[in-house]
């Protein structure tokens, strides 16, 4: 697969929903998966990065849980009518002015 912009992936899911899913689930729904998908990264990253040892046959390459979570985040975009690239767009703009000297100034880094 070729790479892809945020708007190409929006609707590639969409396709993918419509041919393979049947349907959405409900952005109720959606949003526990969300949470779930998040909970089996926050697993593997602290098992990896952190204190915590992985069992034995656990996942210990975040990648695909980090897919996972990106894949239900662009279902519930498409649910919502969220053009994620204009709201990251947005919210970059945002950051840059709010923090454009913050973390600068942050003897902390």
Same mark, same amino acid.
């Given at each position: %697969?070729?790479?892809?912009? !945020?708007?190409?992936?929006? $609707?590639?899911?969409?396709?993918? !929903? $419509?041919? &393979? #899913?049947?349907? &959405?689930?409900?952005?109720?729904?959606? %949003?526990?998966?969300?949470?779930?998908?998040? #909970?089996?990264?926050?697993? !593997? %990253?602290?098992? =990896? &990065? #952190?204190?915590?040892?992985? =069992?034995?046959?656990?996942?210990?390459?975040?990648?695909?849980? %980090?897919?996972?979570? @990106?894949?239900?985040? @662009?279902?519930?975009?498409?649910?919502? #009518?969220?053009?994620?690239?204009?709201?990251?767009? =947005? /919210? @970059?703009?945002?950051?840059?002015?709010?923090?454009?000297?913050? $973390?600068? /100034? /942050?003897? =902390?880094?």
């Amino acid at each position: %697969m070729d790479e892809l912009t !945020i708007r190409q992936a929006q $609707h590639t899911v969409d396709e993918w !929903i $419509h041919t &393979y #899913g049947v349907r &959405y689930f409900s952005e109720l729904t959606n %949003m526990a998966v969300l949470t779930e998908e998040v #909970g089996e990264l926050a697993r !593997i %990253m602290s098992r =990896k &990065y #952190g204190d915590q040892s992985f =069992k034995p046959g656990e996942p210990q390459d975040p990648a695909d849980e %980090m897919a996972d979570v @990106l894949w239900v985040l @662009l279902c519930l975009a498409n649910q919502t #009518g969220v053009d994620l690239t204009d709201a990251f767009r =947005k /919210n @970059l703009q945002k950051k840059t002015v709010r923090d454009k000297d913050r $973390h600068k /100034n /942050n003897p =902390k880094l």
